[in-house]
């Protein structure tokens, strides 16, 4: 299996000794991390070999790890837990100590495919201390799984599908307080594209468990080469209440199958001993503790093994906790794969899934299985440092080998940014960006690294007090953003480059270089400096700068005291309209930002430049008008400027300014600038130029009418929006003002949620509701049980978006002027009680509607209103919902009408059409998981109950 191994690990032993030197001394750790010919990476972790081994049963080269994490430390299990047969794999294993967080590195990836990782953990007592870890995985800045590793004997295996977006994927490991993280295997292996559906870039799956039905050797798992991807298909069988079946003929995959199940697996399957019984069986989740109840996948595979007579009929239903996953009952296919799956993550929050596979009526044979994995889903939402900068950045820790916490991504999450640096989470800043780098007393030497340059966010950059050596290279003037350049107390010698001096000169820039001995100033002379002259050059800089400092200090002191006269002092050295927001009135955080945004800083003088001295009204509310404006880059943005006659108060207007600083999503409006000036408070936005929702319902913007494809789009982004306020803001936000007016529409007809000066955020943790003594809101918006209660939950929020989407789907307002006013809410439910969706949905969309669509969208719309609130679905389930409503609708605009994703399903053969898109009810699969791989005779407890159960 030469071929198979990994490059550096196939030349001399010397070579790569020097290679593995290399790196370690380097932090860059390349040799020998290369995936194998077949985009396979096995690693065996804590290996202390150098060159790896080849795999007995499925010759993959199994690699040490050291070229591919840079901290902790090799351990082998304690010998009371080796099991002669045990696979090699397990013997060892790497813990980290130290470090919050640790991370393997997996490079050379295809940005964008899909990858399956695996990650093996077996404690065996190692450290002698009979304490298994607590800890969490991370693939890259998401969260992936908690690893609890119930006891020493127990191995413990973790699967997941995600797609990559860059050409490496970091695997982490975090130390949550609960014991030193461990890890002993990590793999990787690449899928197609068109492998696993339900896999996207915003949600990866989790593997829960994955069964081969009737295996013909028990204890065998199919695994590569039988199956090219390597999945692991764990034997599933009961002799007692299952009969075993299978076939030596080849299954066939269609070609556009999204499993590619392997034909060792299909070729065997189950029925009923008693042929008039169901097939039953259970699967039980690990408990989750971040997530209880988190939405499940199952995928069930089936193929016929036997050539039917012609008067024989195999029909079933198939069954997740009760509920049938499709009214269309299905028929499997002669020696072909054809599996059947809910498409929606079902979130019924059971604890177990029961799967129960019944013959239909006219059925003359007993049920069947073949496979069945089912999957939890998790976001992968969180965005990364801007690739640049994380580039720039490692081969700067790898110059320098700055060990730190430097290890994962240098921005994201916030709570583990590297030391030495900040980040920008700001609006705009998407993904994040680093703006200053603190290397001062580092410890650092060398030349200056030329990457510095390649960090093009950067504002503050020190690096004083180092033994930096060579010339400062002039690259650093083409930074536009830096501000500060701290090279002093240095060994740096040449002069300093042209563009630089002029950055100074022109006050763009502080620059402060004293200390550097070999440094020269003036030039033209530059032989090595004397001592003498080297301090006065110092004193000669040093001063300049300390009175730039003071100047800058006193103006912006001056710039606070006296509000009406911040004009004047707009040509010092720093940009004086980026300031910090430092109002301390919401004290939490959002996920992905910070407390201390930057925020442009307004004057009123420079409001009225901008908007041409209030000029054009783009509308009012009750706290004043909106103003059209242009920015000098001629970006053309929105002033909302509080009347003093205002009923909404300055407290209010700096709270939405604040929490419009902290939160960024693509769903919802970004603030620009805001302007505290004297008497003066306003907010500055960007401009959407296609005005409020309301205005589209009305018809009221050159009379054109929202498409349902439009409708649909922008329900699904204003959810989205109201779904960040809840779930990726810390603690979470209330809008308590979701309403048709409140989402505005940019000339893209992209949605965003607006006004957020009612918005409320949750003070504690346990705390499920806020309580206010004034009810707010808008008559028709308002949570009835909020009204009640006086204490509104994200709930009421779901209740208000309900609101909004039968405006959509009806063009109707939220209160309809009949005779006697009526709730849109009772008028949808009345017609839709008499099975009357044609009475409800907006007649100026003549029919440009797929039924279904409607019906499910009304159908969430009438769950999001429901009376109680904890019938109401989340908003995290709402854009679910929404999100498939718009696959459906794109299937269905694309022409194709009853093709969507869900391809398992033959589409050519009629008693195959098994419609996946009515089957999004809930069918939670539980997991019993993965726990480990019974990997040639390591036993694995069957966890899945099985029972007859009388049809
Ligand atoms: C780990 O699992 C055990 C047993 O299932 C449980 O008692 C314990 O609370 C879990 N630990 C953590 C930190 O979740
Ligand atoms: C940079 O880091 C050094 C050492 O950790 C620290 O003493 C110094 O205050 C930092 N400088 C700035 C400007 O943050």
Redesign the pocket.
């Known amino acids: 299996m030469e071929e198979s191994r990994p490059r550096a690990m196939s030349a001399s032993p010397w070579l790569f000794l020097l290679l593995l030197c290399v790196s370690c001394a380097t932090g860059v750790f390349q040799a020998g991390a290369q995936p194998d010919n077949k985009g396979f990476i096995t690693i065996d972790c804590g290996l202390s070999e150098e060159t790896g081994y080849e795999h007995n049963t499925t010759k993959l080269w199994n690699a040490p790890d050291a070229a591919f994490t840079d901290a902790g430390t090799n351990h082998i299990i304690s010998p009371e837990y080796v099991v002669v047969s045990m696979a090699k794999i397990w013997y060892s294993l790497r813990s980290f100590a130290t470090g919050m967080r640790n991370c393997y590195t997996l490079r050379s990836l295809m940005p964008g495919l899909k990858y399956m990782i695996r990650a093996r953990f077996m404690y065996g007592n190692y450290d002698g201390l009979d304490q298994p870890p607590v800890f969490d995985l991370h693939i890259g800045v998401n969260y992936w799984q908690t690893v609890n590793i119930s006891g020493p004997k127990a191995p413990y295996l973790v699967e997941a599908i995600v797609i990559v977006p860059d050409d490496f994927v970091q695997v982490c490991l975090i130390n949550t307080g609960d014991g030193t993280p461990i890890i002993s295997g990590l793999d990787l292996r690449p899928l197609k594209r068109t492998l696993y559906p339900h896999a996207t870039a915003t949600q990866g799956l989790v593997l829960v468990d994955r069964r081969n039905f009737g295996p013909t050797d028990a204890n065998a798992v199919v695994r590569y080469p039988h199956d090219p991807h390597d999945r692991l298909w764990w034997p599933k069988f009961d002799g007692i209440t299952w009969a075993n079946i299978s076939t030596t003929e080849k299954v066939e995959n269609r070609e556009d199958d999204p499993f590619e199940v392997p034909t060792a697996v299909m070729q065997t399957a189950i029925i009923p001993q008693n042929a008039s019984q169901n097939i039953e069986f259970s699967l039980y989740p690990e408990f989750t503790p971040k997530d209880p109840s988190p939405g499940y996948i199952a995928i069930l595979h089936f193929s016929g093994l036997q050539r039917l007579p012609s008067n024989a009929l195999q029909e079933f239903y198939v069954n997740v906790n009760g509920e049938q996953l499709s009214s269309l009952s299905f028929m499997p296919y002669y020696l072909f794969a054809v599996a059947t799956y809910n498409s929606l993550p079902s979130q019924s929050g059971r604890s177990s899934c029961s799967i129960t596979i019944n013959a239909t009526a006219k059925s003359t044979l007993p049920p069947t299985i073949n496979a069945v994995e089912a999957f939890s889903v998790f976001p992968t939402t969180n965005v990364g440092t801007v690739s640049q900068d994380v580039s720039a950045i490692t081969k700067i820790k790898a110059k320098y080998q700055v060990r730190k916490n430097w290890v994962g991504d240098p921005c994201v999450p916030n709570t583990m940014t590297w030391d030495?640096l900040t980040c920008n989470y700001g609006i705009a800043s998407r993904p994040p960006k680093i703006i200053?780098v603190?290397?001062?007393?580092?410890g650092i030497g060398g030349d200056i690294s030329a990457s510095f340059a390649d960090l093009k966010a950067v504002k503050?950059l020190?690096l004083s007090n180092n033994n930096l050596t060579g010339s400062i290279p002039d690259a650093l003037s083409q930074l536009t953003s830096l501000t500060v350049l701290?090279l002093s107390a240095n060994q740096l010698s040449g002069s300093i480059p042209s563009g630089l001096l002029k950055r100074v000169q022109d006050g763009s820039l502080i620059l402060r270089y004293g200390d550097n001995p070999n440094l020269c100033t003036n030039g033209n002379s530059c032989q090595p400096a004397k001592s003498t002259r080297s301090s006065t050059l110092a004193i000669y800089i040093a001063v300049p700068v300390a009175v730039i400092l003071v100047i800058v200090l006193v103006v912006l002191l001056c710039c606070f005291l006296r509000r009406k006269k911040s004009g004047s002092v707009s040509n010092s050295v720093k940009p004086q309209n980026e300031m910090t927001m430092s109002y301390a009135m919401v004290n939490d955080v959002c996920a992905d930002s910070s407390l201390r945004l930057e925020s442009r800083r307004f004057t009123y003088k420079e409001l009225q430049m901008i908007t041409n001295n209030f000029q054009r009204v783009l509308g009012r509310g009750g706290f004043g008008y909106v103003y059209d404006g242009f920015l000098e880059d001629r970006t053309q943005v929105a002033v909302k400027l509080r009347s003093h006659s205002s009923n909404q108060g300055v407290k209010e207007f700096l709270a939405e300014a604040q929490i419009l600083s902290r939160i960024h999503h693509k769903n919802l409006v970004s603030m620009i600038g805001y302007c505290k000036d004297g008497e003066y408070t306003a907010l500055v936005y960007e401009y959407m130029s296609e005005g409020t929702l309301q205005e589209h319902i009305e018809g009221m913007r050159n009379g054109a009418c929202l498409t349902w494809t439009q409708r649909l789009r922008i329900a699904l982004e204003s959810a989205q929006g109201l779904e960040y306020l809840h779930k990726g803001c810390y603690p979470a936000l209330i809008h308590r003002d979701v309403k048709a007016t409140n989402i505005l529409l940019n000339a893209k007809m992209e949605a965003r949620i607006a006004d957020f000066g009612l918005s409320k955020a949750f003070s504690n943790e346990n705390e499920t509701h806020v309580s206010t003594n004034t009810l707010v809101g808008t008559p028709g918006y308002v949570d009835p049980e909020y009204q009640a209660t006086m204490q509104p939950t994200a709930k009421s929020d779901v209740y208000s978006f309900g609101v909004v989407l039968l405006e959509l789907v009806t063009g109707k307002p939220a209160i309809l002027q009949e005779a006697v006013p009526v709730n849109i809410i009772q008028w949808v439910r009345q017609r839709l009680a008499r099975g009357n969706i044609e009475g409800v949905v907006d007649e100026r969309m003549r029919g440009g509607y797929d039924v279904n669509g409607v019906w499910k969208v009304a159908d969430i719309a009438l769950k999001c209103t429901a009376q109680a609130s904890v019938q109401r679905p989340t908003m995290t389930h709402v854009v679910a919902q929404l999100q498939e409503c718009v696959e459906l609708e794109n299937g269905r605009v694309g022409g194709n009408t009853n093709n969507g994703f869900h391809s398992g399903s033959s589409d050519d053969d009629p008693n195959l059409s098994y419609d996946a898109y009515t089957t999004d009810r809930s069918t939670s699969v539980n997991q019993n998981s993965t726990t480990f791989e019974m990997e040639h005779n390591v036993i694995r407890v069957p966890t899945m109950s099985t029972g007859p159960a009388a049809r």
């Open positions: 030495g200053s603190n290397l001062s007393s580092g503050y020190y701290d």
